[in-house]
Structure formats: C-alpha cells, structure tokens
C-alpha cells in the first residue's frame, strides 16, 4: 500500500536535509510502528507523506498503491484516503467544529463520487463515534480544537480519523500528552479501524502505545533513515536497551 | 482689486452647487432650517476635504469624489426583504419616507419631512465642525426620513429597520432615534440600492438611562455607489449600545462613527466587519468620547480585503479628564487576501485622566499556513479551506453579539457576499 523509495527531503528553502535515504514499505492490513530518538525525523516524515509544503523532496519516490503522490497536494491526498493524525492538531478559532467535520466528510464523498450525507445521518454517525471514543458532544459545538485539552485534541483526531475512514493512518506521536485512561480510548479507537485493506502508521516515541496497538512490523528511525527493522519484540528491546545499544549495533 | 484665487471646483462639487442651486426652493423645511442649509453649503463651496484635512487623510474626498450622478434617480426603487424577519420596516425609497408612517407598539415615529417643516428639528441639524463634510452636505440637502421616538420603558416586541433604499440619484436621507429610559431596542439601518447613487445617510441615536439598544448597519450599496454615512450616538447612565457595522458594497464609503458617554456605568460595544473587494474605498472612522466616570467600551472591528480594495480603519478614543475609571479597548484586525490590495489603521487614544484602563491593537496577516494545511489534509480543496478560514475571521466578530437570530441573518449576509466574491 505503501512504498517509500530512497526518499531524500529538505526543508523548504534551505540546505537542512532531515529524511536522507529512507526505505520504508507498509502492506495493506499492516500495522507498522515507527520509532526513534528525537530529531530522528519521524514528524517530517508524517508531514511528507500528508503533503505539508514546509518540506521539499529532492530525491526518492512514495508510492500509494503504487502510484507517485508527490504532485498531490494535501487534499488530494486525503481524498485518496491518506490520513494524517497530528502531534498537535492545530485550534482554528471561528471554524465550528461540527461544521468542519461535515465539510470535511462531504469533500471525501465528493471525491469520491457520493452525495453529501443527509444532515440526519451525519449527526448520527458523530455520535455514535464520539460516543465510543468518551468525547461529549458539548465539545464539538465548540470551535475546531479550541480550548480542548491535549488529550481532547488527540481523540478529536482519531474521532476524525473513524469518521473519514482512511486507507492509509499515520498517527503521529498520538501517545504524547496522554493519561493511561485516555491512552486506551484512544488506542481502542484505533484498533477498530484494524482492517485487512487498511495500513496503519505508527509513529511513537515510547513502547507503552504499542503495548496496545500490537504492531506487525517494528522500524527504527535514525539520522532520516531506517536503521533497523524487525517485529514487535524489537520495540521491547528498545525499551530495555534504549536507542544508544541498537545504535552502536548499526553503526 | 480681489487678488484671491478661486480654486478651481471640482466636476464634482460644481455638481453638488448646481443640485443645491435647483432643489433648494423645492426642499422641505421652515426658516430656521433654511438658514442651516445656506450655512451648510457655504462648507461645500468652500471645497470637498482633501488628504490635507487630518480626518479625511486616507480618504480624499475631492479626490475620489471624481463625478457624482443625475440628481433624480432613474428608477423607483423597491423595498427589500427585512434583515430580521418580523420587523417593522420604515422605508426611506430614493430618499422618500412613507406619507403615512406604520404604528409600532411603544414607539411614535415621525416622517422627518414634517418635521423640518414644522421647524421642530431645526436644532437638531449640525454641522459639527470644518471637517464634518458629511454633516454639511446631508445639512445642505436632507429631505426627508424617521424620527423614531421609543417611549420610557418600552420593550419593542420586534426590531425596527430604518431601509434606504436607492436607484441612482443623490440622495440625503436623515433620520433620528430616541429611545427612552430603560427602554429595550434591536434597530436596524440598511443602506442599498439598484443603481449607482450618492447617498449621505445621517442617523442621531439617544440612548436614556438603563435602556439596552442593539444597532445593526449594514451597507450594500452597488459596485458604483458612493456611500456618505454617518452614525451619532449618546449614551445615557447604565445604558448600553452595541453598535454592528458591516460595509460590503459601495465603490466609494465613508461611515462616521461619533459616539459620547454621557452617564457613568455606560456601555459601548462596536462590532465592525469590512467586505472589501474589487476598486474599492471604505473607511469607518470613530470618535468616542469617555466623557464621565466610570464607562466602558470595546471595540473589534475585521476587514477582510481583496482584489485591489483599499480601507481604512480610524479609531479616535478620548478620555476626557473627568472621565476616571475608563475602561476601553480597542483592536483592528485585517486580513489581506491579495498583494494588490491595501489597509490603513490609525487608533488613536487622547487619556486626560489618570485612573483609566485604555488599549488598542492591530494587525494585518495572510490566512495561517498551518491552518490551512490542517482543513486540507482532512480533505477540504484549497479553496473550499481558504473560503472556511476567511469565513471564520470575521464569523467571530458577529458570534460576539450572542443573539441568535440577529448572528444566523449576519452570517448569511457573509455567505452571500462570499458566493459572489469568494
């Protein structure tokens, strides 16, 4: 589903080059966990594959299902099922966040060649979800993430990610700013969406997420490339060795 | 031997002079009024204000001004649909209040035709300084509008809506509001039209103690039109006005905002949304006056400019020295949605007294990058994104004014404009 091919990438107008050869490959029904230390490169690479235009590609190729994305802009890409949950997501004063959620789940619809959802059945489905997540819809008359907590913003996102229901997730660092009782809503919530014609991203930074989210493969991040890959085990590993042990082992 | 020179007239105020010079016989007023006419005109032969007038120096009005149209308008011109449903309209069409003027529960209103002619509003028409262009021409040349007088106590069970409109022309419409102590009132003033007119619009509020009145202006005049307005208000003790302000139309705008605390524990809320788009030029000007102890105001005013628009925010606060206890804020925010396009915000704050909380704030930005990334990778086209975003910039500013209805009828105002400019 998923094809990353010796991707080199810069930000934008500058020399900095943060991802510098990365191989990554994720088959549908997959749940890939990304991990590595910090400044690794694991954001950037979130940010590229949802078509952020901070970061320019200067070398490589990703493919999704088999097909070049770069030329896509963001909205493009989510209209083809690509799904970013963001580290921060971001508070948009003024945007309603119901309405936003009806924009959004009717511009996929429009891609996709469906007629908009009936008003009735659009404020169904939020509730179902925002039920099953523990998300008060007094929250969602507010605006877009304003004045959510940290860990409100995080289940606004995977609410979003259940109501789009992507191809292609990619969370990123969702664990962060997480109580453990949040942690299991939220990893509840995305392993519900384990499906054999889905592929999962996970980017974390701690192993305790994927205690949940039990991952198939494991890839560690460093310096912009995959150093290491292997399967769940190898993210115990980590968290009993740290980065430094499998580092020098690489080097 | 007069060795002064005459400057040279503009096509404009030739105009202007000649309209005066055929209507003035025809005009409705007694002796009285008369007088402040020929007074007012001389301030126009004496020449439109230029950049070299400090209050007009964003907006040269002789300059702008390029020509002004026919006097009579071409068409009739037809009432529109109220901005609230269920008000009472009170329509002023081509400058023309109805003979006969509707009952409101609670209210006794006027046509300002017959009021000028009983000499009962003679007082009432001044010119309040050299610079007051917009007070001498309407001075010079009102004919006709509402007083609208709201008695003691009264709670209107419906707003009022003050409708001008125009079909070409020149139009000078006037009209004046009292509302009583402790007396309630949503009123609205709409100003459009059909065809390119030149209007001046003068409305006088005064709010008696305790009582609450919401004004709503909204200005759609078309592409061509010039629009002149002007909005003085007194606010009594305890008494509160919130005051919105939309311009979305109107080739050539300039709406005065003159506002005076007049009792301690009053209250002045300004909500202001600028629509900018095409060869524009709008300008919103304010003075306001904390003129007694221990009154409040916040002003918030967003404009939104496109194409090769250009505004003007001025915001004139003064703080007089009696006026302790002061507590205003003010904050103009624009966002400039084309390279072409311009914004001038001027806030000023004159503090006489020494005990007073006073601020102002302003900024112009582009649309947030990083929000705009967030709606597009849930989906949204950069367009459909940039639309929600510019929307939701000045959305805030009309959710400010918490009633319902009044924020539903102003949001579709907002969606209307940005389905044909958007």
């Given amino acids: ?35 590595g230390p910090n400044g690794s490169g694991k954001s950037t690479l979130s940010y590229i594959l949802a078509g952020r235009d901070d970061y320019e590609v200067t070398e490589g190729d990703i493919l999704y299902n088999g097909e070049s994305i770069l ?56 509730k179902t979800e925002a039920g099953s997540l523990s998300m008060n819809m007094d929250m969602l008359k507010r605006p877009l993430n304003v004045g959510f907590s940290g860990g409100e913003k995080k289940r606004a996102e995977i609410l979003q990610m259940k109501l789009l229901e992507p191809k292609l997730c990619v969370l990123d660092e969702t664990d962060s700013g997480l109580d453990i009782d949040a942690l299991k809503i939220v990893a509840d919530g995305v ?16 192993q305790r997420l994927l205690d949940l989210i039990v991952p198939d493969t494991v890839h560690v991040l460093y310096k912009g490339q995959v150093v290491k890959s292997g399967d769940k085990d190898l993210a115990v590993e980590l968290e009993k060795n740290g980065y430094a042990g499998l580092l020098d082992e690489a080097a | 031997m007069n060795m002064h020179a005459q400057p040279q007239r503009t096509a404009a105020e030739t105009a202007l002079l000649d309209a005066f010079a055929a209507r003035f016989s025809d005009l409705p007023g007694d002796p009285a009024v008369a007088q402040k006419r020929d007074a007012a005109i001389e301030q126009i032969k004496a020449g439109l204000p230029t950049r070299h007038v400090e209050a007009w120096h ?19 011109a037809n009432p529109v649909e109220a901005l609230l449903s269920g008000s009472a309209i009170l329509p002023i069409l081509n400058g023309t209040a109805l003979e006969k003027t509707p009952a409101i529960d609670g209210a006794t209103v006027t046509r300002l035709a017959d009021k000028l002619r009983d000499g ?62 402790g007396a309630k009132a949503t009123i609205v003033q709409r100003e459009t039209g059909t065809d390119a007119a030149l209007v001046s619009s003068v409305t006088n509020l005064t709010v008696g103690e305790g009582a609450d009145v919401m ?64 060869d ?40 007089h ?20 396009g311009e914004f001038d915000t001027k806030p000023e704050l004159e503090i006489f007294a020494d005990d007073v909380v006073c601020g102002h704030g302003a900024t112009v930005t582009e649309i947030d990058k990083n929000h705009l990334f967030y709606l597009m990778a849930r989906g949204v086209d950069e367009k459909s994104a940039r639309g929600l975003l510019v929307k939701a910039f000045v959305a805030e500013i009309i959710e400010d004014l918490e009633v319902e209805p009044v924020v539903e009828a102003l949001e579709k105002r907002l969606e209307d404009w940005f389905a044909t400019h958007g």
């Avoid at chain 2, 010079?140 to 022309?169: H, K, M, R, T």
């Avoid at chain 2, 300039?254 to 788009?277: C, H, M, P, Y």
């Avoid at chain 2, 925010?333 to 084309?338: E, G, I, R």
Wanted: proline letters at 3%; one cysteine or more; charged letters at 20%.
């Fill in chain 2, 120 to 181: 009962s509003f003679a007082p009432a028409l001044d010119v309040t300084g050299a610079d007051d262009a917009i007070g001498a021409l309407n001075v010079a040349f009102a004919g006709d509008g509402y007083f609208v007088d709201i008695a003691a106590g009264a709670e209107l069970a419906a707003p009022v809506e003050l409708q001008n409109v125009q079909a070409g022309g020149q139009t000078h419409v006037r009209s004046a509001v009292r509302v009583g102590d």
């Fill in chain 2, 280 to 319: 524009t030029h709008t300008d919103v000007t304010m003075v306001l006056d904390h003129a007694v102890p221990h009154t409040g105001s916040r002003e918030r005013v967003r404009n939104v400019v496109t194409g090769k628009a250009h505004g003007v925010f001025q915001g004139r606060i003064n703080v």
């Fill in chain 2, 58 to 76: 964003y907006t040269d009005l002789r300059r702008l001004l390029a020509k002004v149209p026919a006097a009579e308008a071409g068409a009739s």
């Fill in chain 1, 191 to 206: 392993n519900a969406l384990r499906s054999p014609d889905r592929a999962i991203v996970v980017i974390t930074h701690y």
């Fill in chain 2, 215 to 278: 004004w709503i202006i909204v200005q759609d005049q078309p592409e061509a039109a010039t629009h002149l307005g002007q909005f003085n208000a007194w606010i009594g003790k305890d008494a509160k006005l919130t005051l919105f302000v939309m311009n979305a139309g109107g080739k050539l705008v300039r709406q005065e905002i003159r506002v005076a605390t007049k009792g301690e524990g009053a209250d002045f809320q300004l909500r202001g949304v600028n629509l900018l788009s095409g």
């Fill in chain 1, 1 to 35: 589903m998923l094809e990353i091919r010796n991707l080199h990438a810069k930000i934008a107008d500058t020399d900095t080059e943060i991802i510098r050869g990365l191989n990554l490959t994720v088959k549908a029904g997959e749940v890939a966990a990304i991990m």
């Fill in chain 2, 321 to 340: 020295q009696v006026a302790q206890k002061t507590d205003a804020k003010m904050s103009c925010n624009t966002l400039l949605l084309s390279d072409d």
């Fill in chain 1, 71 to 126: 030329e896509m802009d963001p909205a493009e890409r989510a209209a083809a099922g690509i799904f970013l949950a963001f580290q921060y997501p971001m508070e948009i004063p003024g945007v309603a966040t119901m309405e936003f959620l009806k924009v959004a789940m009717n511009s996929l619809r429009k891609a996709r060649g469906e007629e908009p959802l009936k008003v009735a059945d659009f404020l169904k489905r939020v």
